[in-house]
Nanobody
Framework: QVHLVESGGGLVQPGGSLRLSCTAS????????LGWYRQAPGNEREWVAD???????AYAHSVAGRFLISRDNTQNIMYLQMNNLKLEDTAVYYC?????????????????WGQGTQVTVSS
């Protein structure tokens, strides 16, 4: 079982940047696929980006070119660098893990959902 804690959210103006962190516990961190998700008020949670154990990344169309997902297996941390933020990026951001990227896509997660971190983009 992997335990994940998100941090780094905050209030930012449109066009600004934030970097989110997802700190994980669990000895197999480096072998697991990791993903970022977000949930805006009134909406269902949606997939944002993921990164495989080998470092292969994928992004939702809405964030491609603006967000960058990365991981540091030595520190058991995953990051989401968010640039050129838009009003519609406002949401609670969550991370989760699975044995494979396919597991992330199918919702077969290795951890329970955490509290998330609030990102608010507002002028």
């Amino acid at each position: 079982q992997v335990h994940l804690v998100e941090s780094g959210g905050g209030l930012v103006q449109p066009g600004g940047s934030l970097r989110l962190s997802c700190t994980a516990s669990g000895s197999t961190f480096g072998l697991r696929a990791l993903g970022w998700y977000r949930q805006a008020p009134g909406n269902e949670r949606e997939w944002v980006a993921d990164i495989s154990g080998g470092g292969i990344t994928a992004y939702a169309h809405s964030v491609a070119g603006r967000f960058l997902i990365s991981r540091d297996n030595t520190q058991n941390i995953m990051y989401l660098q968010m640039n050129n933020l838009k009003l519609e990026d406002t949401a609670v951001y969550y991370c989760n893990a699975a044995s494979t990227v396919e597991g992330l896509q199918l919702g077969v997660f290795s951890a329970s959902w955490g509290q998330g971190t609030q990102v608010t983009v507002s002028s």
